[in-house]
Structure formats: C-alpha cells, structure tokens
C-alpha cells in the first residue's frame, strides 16, 4: 500500500511537469514562471494535506465551506470578481488569481462526506448536506462555469455511491441529477449548439465546430511519435490550447504514445483512488476517497472526452496538466487527502490484530475500543 500511495504523488507530480512543458509549449515563457510558482505551491498543498488525519476535515470542512461559499459570492459582484469572456470566475488578489469554483470542488466533497459518515446504514439522503451542495453547485453555475459545475455534482455522487445510504434513494437522486444536467445543457443556446456542434461539427468548421475540428487536425498532424515535446504546435491553430483543449496538443507534439501514456496515467490514479476508497478504515475515509478520485477521474475524462470528440465540449480542464493555479492547487490537495487515508489505513491494519486479542477490553482512560466513532471516522 505504501507504494502505491507513493507512485499515486509520482503520477501525480508527473503529469503536473508534463503540463510545465506543455504550457510552455502553448504560451511561451511568460507563463513558464508562474506554472513553476503554482507547482511549487501545489506540492506544499500535498505535503500538508498529507499530515492531516482525514477525521480532522470534521473540524475543517464547515470553515472551507463558508471560505469557498464568499469566494463564490464576491466573483459574482461587479468590480470584485474579474470577468472573462462573458464569465465572472476569478479573484485577483495581487499575488495570483484565485478561481473559487475549483476549491468549491473540494469542499462539497468534504462537507458531504462528513455529513453521510454519521448516518446509519440505510438512512435516506440527508436534505441540510445536500442543500449546501446545491447552493455550491448553483453558485458556480451561474458564473456561468458549467464544465465545474458538473464536476462539483460528480464529487457528490461518488461521496454518496460510498455512502450507506439506501440503494433506492442513490439511484432516485442519480436519475434526477442526469436529468437536470441534461435539462441545464440543452436550455441555454450556446450549450446547445455544443451537442449539436459535437454530433456533426465539420458541419461548422467556421463556427461552434472550430475548435474541435482543429483539435482533430493537431492531434492527426502528430502521427505515432508527435513533433516533440516543446515544440510550440507548429501546426494548426487550436483555441484555449493551454486550457481546455490541452490534450490536443498532447497528441500534436507527443502523439498517440503520448496520449496513450497521460490515458494511462489517469487510468491509474482512479484505479488507485478506488483501492484507497475499498481499502479505507471508516466510512467517511471512503466517501472522502471515492469523491475525490470521481471529481479527478471524471473531470479528465470529459476533458480527453471532448477533445477526441468522444464526448461533448463542456469546457473543463485537464487535471494537473491545463494551465490555471487553482485547478492545480486542488488535485494536489486531493492527492494528498488520498495520501493520508491510504496511509491511515495501512496503520488501522496493523493495529487490528493486537486489538482483536482482548475484543472486550476498555480503553485505558475509558470508553469501548470500537465505538460508533469509528464507523464515521
């Protein structure tokens, strides 16, 4: 198990200094310093988050919450929050922009998992929790950000697919919130023109298909091997590059064993995701790790989704590899959470035969050995 976390930060922090290279690629050096400062950064996030038992998150998640939830509110206030593109997402705090809708990923996660942990088996969904999720889900939905906004609803799902909640309440609340998803995307224009564009789009090469007809070409013009690494796409113009459509440029300077190599990675760190999540010692150990792997193992698959029009363009990036500090930032802490309860696990195992000598021993200050605590983390 200790390798596996370990080749777990390893795929991780690779992927991240592949996204060095390819921001690079796609923006030149001005952008190279400030993707070194957010790796940095991104790895002391992964060192901290490492050293926090996973039960402290108790304690922790309300105040994230409340933190993310005013991030939400200012990003929204003309002459607070910066606004791109018709988009109100960002914060400029001097030092760096910070994107709140990113860490509003980790915080409904979090907050949820604690909440589900201390049900008992076959309870039904829990409204309070649930709520404040939504309230998450709609404030970064009407940035509008409808790529995170999914992914917020994906790191619920898999904190409540973890859960002990009643089968017949998780697949109920699944259906509605597949339909609603759906119902939001085919409700607003541009969003429509997206499904229609990704069912046909060389019938709008000028337009809405563009970007995904040029990605297609970039990722043809890479062939087997690619143009190499660095090499700045030399052929066609792919728009948002650095962000969304990173993956193209994947394919176009390393080609398809560069595509099959950053698909593998990923498929790893679900693969090891879900181990930690099996393998975890409390219920809330597991919701925390089957949400987070479902917001990292989602989000990358929508990304290399759309870019190889497998899937429609939803406007996510791609996890440690896409340009952007908060997005970085928040699959390192991830990482490190899923760090810890691996490793907290690998302690409960070693301890659980010596307690299970005496089962009906006291605590040497008092209380039972396994009491209700433990089945909630």
Same mark, same amino acid.
């Given at each position: 198990?200790?390798?596996?976390?370990?080749?777990?930060?390893?795929?991780?922090?690779?992927?991240?200094?592949?996204?060095?290279?390819?921001?690079?690629?796609?923006?030149?050096?001005?952008?190279?310093?400030?993707?070194?400062?957010?790796?940095?950064?991104?790895?002391?996030?992964?060192?901290?988050?490492?050293?926090?038992?996973?039960?402290?998150?108790?304690?922790?998640?309300?105040?994230?919450?409340?933190?993310?939830?005013?991030?939400?509110?200012?990003?929204?206030?003309?002459?607070?929050?910066? !606004?791109?593109?018709?988009?109100?997402?960002?914060?400029?705090?001097?030092?760096?922009?910070?994107?709140?809708?990113?860490?509003?990923?980790?915080?409904?996660?979090?907050?949820?998992?604690?909440?589900?942990?201390?049900?008992?088996?076959?309870?039904?969904?829990?409204?309070?929790?649930?709520?404040?999720?939504?309230?998450?889900?709609?404030?970064?939905?009407?940035?509008?950000?409808?790529?995170?906004?999914?992914?917020?609803?994906?790191? /619920?799902?898999?904190?409540?697919?973890?859960?002990?909640?009643?089968?017949?309440?998780?697949?109920?609340?699944?259906?509605?919130?597949?339909? /609603?998803?759906?119902?939001?995307?085919?409700?607003?224009?541009?969003?429509?023109?997206?499904?229609?564009?990704?069912?046909?789009?060389?019938?709008?090469?000028?337009?809405?298909?563009?970007?995904?007809?040029?990605?297609?070409?970039?990722?043809?013009?890479?062939?087997?091997?690619?143009?190499? /690494?660095?090499?700045?796409?030399?052929?066609?113009?792919?728009?948002?590059?650095?962000?969304?459509?990173?993956?193209?440029?994947?394919?176009?300077?390393?080609?398809?064993?560069?595509?099959?190599?950053?698909?593998?990675?990923?498929?790893?760190?679900?693969?090891?995701?879900?181990?930690?999540?099996?393998?975890?010692?409390?219920?809330?150990?597991?919701?925390?790790?089957?949400?987070?792997?479902?917001?990292?193992?989602?989000?990358?698959?929508?990304?290399?989704?759309?870019?190889?029009?497998?899937?429609?363009?939803?406007?996510?990036?791609?996890?440690?590899?896409?340009?952007?500090?908060?997005?970085?930032?928040?699959?390192?802490?991830?990482?490190?959470?899923?760090?810890?309860?691996?490793?907290?696990?690998?302690?409960?195992?070693?301890?659980?035969? !010596?307690?299970?000598?005496?089962?009906?021993?006291?605590?040497?200050?008092?209380? /039972?050995?396994?009491?209700?605590?433990?089945?909630?983390?």
């Amino acid at each position: 198990m200790s390798s596996l976390r370990a080749n777990l930060f390893l795929v991780a922090l690779g992927l991240s200094l592949l996204g060095l290279v390819m921001v690079y690629s796609a923006a030149g050096t001005g952008s190279l310093f400030e993707r070194i400062v957010h790796m940095v950064l991104g790895v002391a996030v992964f060192l901290v988050a490492s050293r926090i038992r996973y039960t402290a998150w108790r304690k922790y998640a309300p105040a994230l919450y409340v933190i993310v939830l005013i991030g939400l509110i200012l990003v929204l206030i003309p002459g607070v929050g910066s !606004r791109i593109n018709g988009a109100r997402r960002w914060l400029d705090l001097g030092l760096m922009t910070v994107q709140p809708a990113e860490f509003a990923k980790l915080a409904a996660v979090l907050l949820l998992s604690c909440a589900v942990a201390r049900l008992p088996s076959g309870s039904r969904l829990p409204f309070k929790p649930l709520a404040m999720v939504g309230v998450l889900f709609a404030l970064v939905f009407i940035e509008p950000d409808f790529g995170t906004s999914v992914i917020v609803l994906s790191g /619920a799902a898999g904190v409540l697919w973890a859960s002990e909640i009643r089968t017949r309440d998780l697949v109920l609340s699944g259906l509605v919130g597949l339909v /609603a998803v759906a119902g939001m995307m085919m409700l607003e224009p541009y969003r429509r023109e997206r499904f229609t564009t990704f069912l046909n789009p060389w019938a709008a090469t000028d337009g809405s298909g563009y970007q995904i007809v040029q990605s297609m070409v970039a990722i043809k013009a890479g062939g087997l091997f690619g143009s190499g /690494a660095g090499s700045g796409g030399q052929g066609p113009y792919v728009p948002e590059v650095g962000t969304d459509m990173i993956f193209a440029l994947i394919g176009e300077e390393l080609g398809l064993l560069g595509m099959v190599a950053v698909i593998a990675a990923f498929g790893f760190i679900a693969l090891a995701g879900l181990r930690i999540a099996l393998g975890a010692p409390t219920v809330m150990a597991r919701c925390v790790a089957a949400g987070l792997t479902t917001m990292l193992t989602v989000q990358a698959i929508f990304n290399i989704g759309a870019v190889m029009v497998v899937l429609p363009l939803a406007g996510m990036t791609l996890p440690f590899v896409s340009d952007g500090g908060s997005s970085l930032l928040v699959c390192f802490a991830a990482v490190g959470i899923l760090y810890r309860i691996s490793e907290d696990s690998e302690r409960a195992r070693e301890t659980k035969p !010596r307690a299970n000598k005496n089962p009906h021993s006291r605590r040497r200050h008092g209380g /039972a050995r396994y009491p209700r605590a433990v089945r909630g983390g």
